[in-house]
């Protein structure tokens, strides 16, 4: 048994060996595959148009870029401060939005193109669009920083284009926030308004109310001839106002009849409405709140925009590899046919 295993190992070492020799035979064969392959490969690599890859990188605003923002809000006037996530949130929405997406595809890209590519399918141009701008988002969960990259066959315009869709979603964000801002402002200065009418009204109804009591206390001291105030001691709160007003009277019909015309004439309750004052100055601040666009800002852009100079595809050196490979294997397969089909014919 032993005697056959080595005998079928002898065959088989000398059947390698026999394909190996073939090999070599036809060595210029295989070399001439792997050559036109090379030439293959390289040629596509030369001729194919190079993409290049501009990155845009965004991270959240700093508490100065959105200071302006919470300028006169604070819990005390019931506008509650914005955080720099809350801004930097709305940013976010803004630039990964389809919206967003689909007005730079209309306005930018689609210009862009030649005019017989524009005829093509929307879709199919729109699934081509979303390989050349990506929104890359952090690969951390605790980071905040995202990526914007474009690949096209300009490099000039891969980098504008970078550059203008991060600031068109920074413009989107800003007069998101500043109409949140003047909403929230107004209905703020809604609360006040009314605040401010009913203490009106409430200073209004206090003066009807103390013309009813000095009238009827005037009745009580002309019916008793009461003109002046005895030359008493009295407690002066007591004659003002009393147990709910019943010595008002003590005043005397003269000081009564006085205070009655007073009241009367007066034009304006305002300086005797409860907090009015107050009330008018938080209104008048709160509907003087304006946030000027250029003073905030609601993402940062974490370094400049590199114009691309070294195209990202092809990979030239993968392809004459891959070429070379591919006319290595086609020249192994050749000469193995070759040989199989020699063979069968000597046979």
Do not use: C, H
């Amino acid at each position: 048994m032993q005697g056959d295993f080595r005998e079928e190992n002898n065959m088989g070492d000398f059947e390698f060996q026999k394909f190996v020799r073939a090999i070599l035979r036809q060595k210029f064969i295989i070399i001439a595959f792997v050559v036109l392959g090379a030439i293959a490969a390289a040629s596509y690599a030369f001729v194919v148009t190079p993409i290049y890859e501009a990155k845009a990188v965004v991270i959240s605003p700093t508490q100065n870029d959105i200071a302006n923002f919470n300028y006169g809000r604070t819990r005390e006037a019931e506008l509650a401060p914005y955080s720099i996530k809350d801004v930097y949130d709305i940013y976010i929405r803004r630039l990964q939005a389809e919206s967003l997406r689909r007005d730079f595809f209309y306005k930018v890209y689609l210009p862009s193109l030649p005019e017989e590519k524009r005829k093509n399918s929307r879709d199919a141009l729109y699934a081509e669009f979303s390989q050349v701008l990506r929104v890359v988002p952090p690969l951390k969960e605790t980071s905040d920083r995202y990526l914007v990259v474009v690949q096209t066959s300009d490099s000039e315009q891969a980098k504008k284009w970078a550059e203008a869709y991060i600031v068109q979603a920074g413009d989107l964000a800003k007069k998101e926030m500043i109409r949140n801002l003047s909403i929230e402002s107004e209905v703020r200065a809604r609360n006040l308004e009314q605040q401010i009418t009913s203490a009106r009204e409430t200073s209004r109804l206090a003066r009807e109310d103390s013309i009813v009591r000095l009238t009827e206390a005037l009745r009580i001291a002309e019916s008793i001839g009461l003109e002046k105030p005895p030359a008493i001691t009295v407690n002066q709160s007591v004659i003002a106002g009393g147990e709910s007003g019943q010595l008002t009277y003590m005043r005397g019909s003269l000081a009564l009849k006085a205070e009655i015309e007073n009241i009367q004439s007066r034009k304006s309750d305002d300086p005797f409405a409860d907090r009015l004052r107050e009330l008018q100055a938080k209104y008048n601040f709160v509907k003087g709140l304006k946030t000027d666009a250029a003073a905030v800002s609601v993402y940062r852009q974490d370094g400049d925009v590199e114009l691309p100079d070294t195209p990202v595809k092809p990979n030239k050196a993968l392809i004459l590899l891959f070429g070379i490979v591919s006319g290595l294997i086609l020249g192994l397969a050749f000469v193995l046919v070759r040989g199989f089909y020699s063979a069968k014919s000597g046979d």
